[in-house]
């Protein structure tokens, strides 16, 4: 016998008339008239081959078949019930998950406090956090692993578009007992003559000193192979050498033992934000957190400050095909 191919809105139709006991008031509840109702529950009918219903001019009551049926379809509509207002909660962006690569110091300095704004309103939510330097955030938003990676505008691929957030001003760092710890600013030049250690290549860091390095013969020591910040802020403590780091690594990581003085320059700068596939959307709670990254305030620690974004240029940061388009103005 084949099986009859019957729609949510005639279970449910076949519910609320079990459950009123009147055609009058089964059409109310479901928004119908009596006539629509009417149709739906011979439709249904006709499909089984059994009647539902005992119908007479003082009520309805459900027959043995009705009952067997109801008992045997309750548990799917209650549970397409439940999956569709979970379904509807994760349209609304009130659950879902957000799956997000950052560089190593906006994961720890400017994340957390993000993310506690934000579940404020979003207790449902969950966070995917996966730190690693600009290459890996690439890579990982690429392979589609993570929507949202935090990371420095940097040679982007034409098929991601990026918002800026923050601009950090970079700091020569040395130990306490450097020579620098008597200066105001330095500039690049000041690096000439010191051992220069660096992340390793691919960092966004990296990308920024081996520019501003190359421009003034300057090279980058050799003799260490650091592949974290981490392991540079270990080096610079023992005063093996200096570096240059963006304000979030000096202060988002306690550095308030070392020497930290602002590189008065003007590309001396590092601009962060958030870069996610163009062409493809985001999810709504991943949309949301992206807006509210945009208008939540942020304590900035010195040497940061926000970008301001004019959304009625022309001008733009990413690619075409973005969410909306950012004149990018850098605050002083």
Same mark, same amino acid.
């Not at 016998?1 to 005639?10: A, E, H, R, S």
């Not at 008239?33 to 219903?53: C, G, H, M, T």
């Given at each position: 016998? $084949?099986?009859?191919?019957?729609?949510?809105?005639?279970?449910?139709?076949?519910?609320?008339?079990?459950?009123?006991?009147?055609?009058?008031?089964?059409?109310?509840?479901?928004?119908? /008239?009596?006539?629509?109702?009417?149709?739906?529950?011979?439709?249904?009918?006709?499909?089984?081959? @059994?009647?539902?219903?005992?119908?007479?001019?003082?009520?309805?009551?459900?027959?043995?078949?009705?009952? #067997?049926?109801?008992?045997?379809?309750? %548990?799917?509509?209650?549970?397409?019930?439940?999956?569709?207002?979970?379904?509807?909660?994760?349209?609304? #962006?009130?659950?879902?998950?957000?799956?997000?690569?950052?560089?190593?110091?906006?994961?720890?300095?400017?994340?957390?406090?993000?993310?506690?704004?934000?579940?404020?309103?979003?207790?449902?939510?969950?966070?995917?956090?996966?730190?690693?330097?600009?290459?890996?955030?690439?890579?990982?938003?690429? =392979?589609?692993?993570?929507?949202?990676?935090?990371? #420095?505008?940097?040679?982007?691929?034409?098929?991601?578009?990026?918002? $800026?957030?923050?601009?950090?001003?970079?700091? =020569? @760092?040395?130990?306490?007992?450097? $020579?620098?710890?008597?200066?105001?600013?330095?500039?690049?030049?000041?690096?000439?003559?010191?051992?220069?250690? #660096?992340?390793?290549?691919?960092?966004?860091?990296?990308?920024?000193?081996?520019?501003?390095? /190359?421009?003034?013969?300057? /090279? @980058?020591?050799?003799?260490?192979?650091?592949?974290?910040?981490?392991?540079?802020?270990?080096?610079?403590?023992? &005063?093996? &050498?200096? %570096?240059?780091?963006?304000?979030?690594?000096?202060?988002?990581?306690?550095?308030?033992?070392?020497?930290?003085?602002?590189?008065?320059? $003007?590309?001396?700068?590092?601009?962060?934000?958030?870069?996610?596939?163009?062409?493809?959307?985001?999810?709504?709670?991943? %949309?949301?957190?992206?807006?509210?990254?945009?208008?939540?305030?942020?304590?900035?620690?010195?040497?940061?400050?926000?970008?301001?974004?004019?959304?009625?240029?022309?001008?733009?940061?990413?690619?075409?095909?973005?969410?909306?388009?950012?004149?990018?103005?850098?605050?002083?």
């Amino acid at each position: 016998m $084949p099986i009859p191919d019957l729609t949510l809105q005639q279970l449910r139709a076949v519910r609320t008339l079990a459950a009123s006991g009147s055609f009058t008031k089964a059409a109310a509840a479901e928004h119908i /008239s009596q006539s629509v109702l009417s149709r739906r529950i011979k439709e249904v009918e006709r499909l089984l081959r @059994v009647r539902l219903f005992d119908r007479t001019t003082r009520q309805i009551d459900t027959t043995a078949a009705g009952q #067997a049926f109801l008992l045997m379809t309750g %548990a799917v509509l209650d549970d397409m019930d439940l999956r569709l207002s979970r379904f509807m909660s994760y349209v609304a #962006a009130q659950s879902g998950t957000i799956a997000v690569a950052a560089l190593p110091s906006l994961a720890a300095a400017v994340l957390p406090e993000m993310i506690r704004g934000f579940m404020l309103d979003h207790p449902e939510v969950e966070f995917e956090i996966v730190d690693g330097a600009a290459d890996d955030v690439v890579e990982r938003l690429a =392979g589609g692993t993570v929507e949202l990676g935090l990371t #420095a505008h940097g040679d982007l691929q034409d098929s991601f578009c990026f918002e $800026p957030l923050l601009q950090e001003q970079f700091y =020569g @760092v040395a130990h306490r007992s450097h $020579p620098w710890s008597t200066q105001k600013s330095i500039s690049w030049s000041d690096f000439k003559g010191e051992t220069v250690l #660096a992340t390793r290549p691919g960092s966004s860091i990296r990308t920024i000193t081996d520019a501003a390095f /190359s421009e003034y013969s300057i /090279s @980058v020591s050799e003799r260490f192979n650091a592949c974290s910040a981490a392991t540079i802020r270990g080096l610079l403590r023992a &005063g093996v &050498g200096v %570096a240059a780091l963006p304000a979030l690594e000096v202060q988002g990581f306690g550095l308030d033992d070392l020497v930290a003085v602002p590189v008065d320059s $003007p590309d001396a700068t590092r601009v962060i934000g958030v870069a996610y596939h163009c062409s493809q959307d985001l999810s709504p709670v991943a %949309a949301r957190f992206l807006d509210f990254m945009h208008a939540t305030e942020i304590d900035s620690p010195r040497g940061v400050s926000r970008v301001q974004v004019d959304d009625t240029s022309e001008d733009t940061l990413s690619s075409s095909g973005c969410r909306s388009k950012h004149e990018v103005c850098l605050e002083p």
